[in-house]
């Protein structure tokens, strides 16, 4: 079923609204000669954004879209989850190497990209769990962790921006304080009072949140190399999933047909050396399995002030483009 829809105050308890700015006059000045559509993507650490909605990033850079990658944090906090790279010179110099990787990805996807320069917070485990590191992201007052982001979409003026949910599509303190500034800086680049000396007021249309990881894709994966007489690297997962918890699937509003940039999503991937086995499950299905099982990447429209009609299939679908 299709139904017309505008999000416009869906939000609306996260920030000022739309501020001063209205979406007629981002439309005006989206329609300029001299300018293309813009997407920001905003990640926790390093590695998150060749793993959640790569491909979809890729297609549009391949499109012609302007598209950005904000990182809030260095990912130094990380471990080390390639065995080839788990040597003492890799872990001695995890901020630096995580850098280096980080701008290896964004060439390959054809992105710009830029960090915030917050402290990661880590994972914390244990019963019960340690503090988290004092000075670290999660940790930071909420306008002050969001003051960068609200400058970074001032400058690059994005029509469109892709976050977490309010679950950071998982619980890691980073991912959760990831979704929570995004919101914030989506309503407050827009208003002029907010961050004055953060540059000129923005307004961007729509807000996604991405949904990567359903139980229906891990199912549809798992059974497809099952038939087949392979190992699924799947069944432990979705055995903890558990059949009564929600599928994020419910929620997915927006599926983009990627299928054609999976391999570029995988070579970003792969550089993220520290982070990314090669032999691990990022890479048990083989491309021509996943393009005819799933060729699709999926988002939830939480955030539109243009009206747009779903379910959709672009994330840029209601925001009218010059020719």
């Known amino acids: 079923m299709m139904s017309s829809i505008r999000l416009g105050a869906r939000l609306g308890a996260c920030g000022s609204g739309y501020g001063r700015k209205g979406p007629l006059a981002v439309m005006a000045e989206a329609e300029r000669p001299d300018t293309r559509l813009r997407l920001m993507a905003v990640h926790a650490h390093p590695d998150d954004e060749s793993s959640k909605g790569a491909a979809t990033m890729a297609k549009y850079v391949a499109e012609g879209y302007d598209v950005m990658v904000v990182t809030c944090t260095g990912g130094e906090a990380g471990s080390v989850l390639n065995p080839a790279m788990d040597r003492p010179e890799v872990r001695a110099n995890m901020t630096e190497i995580r850098r280096e990787e980080m701008a290896r990805a964004a060439k390959i996807l054809g992105v710009r990209h830029r960090w915030l320069g917050f402290v990661d917070s880590g994972l914390p485990e244990g019963d019960p769990p340690p503090p988290l590191p004092e000075g670290c992201f999660a940790l930071l007052p909420l306008a002050e962790a969001t003051a960068p982001l609200v400058q970074a979409m001032r400058e690059f003026r994005p029509h469109v921006v892709v976050?977490?949910?309010?679950?950071?599509?998982?619980?890691?303190?980073?991912?959760?304080?990831?979704?929570?500034?995004?919101?914030?800086?989506?309503?407050?680049?827009?208003?002029?009072?907010?961050?004055?000396?953060?540059?000129?007021?923005?307004?961007?249309?729509?807000?996604?949140?991405?949904?990567?990881?359903?139980?229906?894709?891990?199912?549809?994966?798992?059974?497809?190399?099952?038939?087949?007489?392979?190992?699924?690297?799947?069944?432990?997962?979705?055995?903890?999933?558990?059949?009564?918890?929600?599928?994020?699937?419910?929620?997915v509003t927006t599926r983009v047909e990627c299928a054609d940039h999976f391999e570029v999503r995988d070579d970003a991937l792969r550089a993220h050396a520290t982070q990314i086995d090669p032999n691990s499950r990022w890479f048990a299905v083989p491309l021509d399995v996943q393009r005819k099982l799933w060729p699709t990447e999926e988002y939830e429209l939480v955030r539109s002030l243009v009206d747009t009609t779903l379910p959709e299939d672009d994330l840029f679908a209601g925001i009218r483009e010059e020719g």
């Open 163 to 251: 976050t977490y949910d309010e679950n950071g599509g998982y619980p890691h303190p980073d991912h959760i304080r990831c979704h929570e500034v995004s919101v914030a800086a989506f309503d407050a680049a827009a208003d002029p009072v907010a961050y004055p000396e953060a540059g000129e007021p923005w307004q961007p249309l729509k807000l996604y949140y991405s949904h990567g990881f359903s139980r229906a894709k891990m199912q549809a994966f798992h059974e497809a190399l099952v038939d087949a007489g392979m190992e699924s690297p799947y069944a432990e997962w979705l055995e903890k999933w558990g059949e009564d918890k929600a599928d994020v699937m419910e929620r």
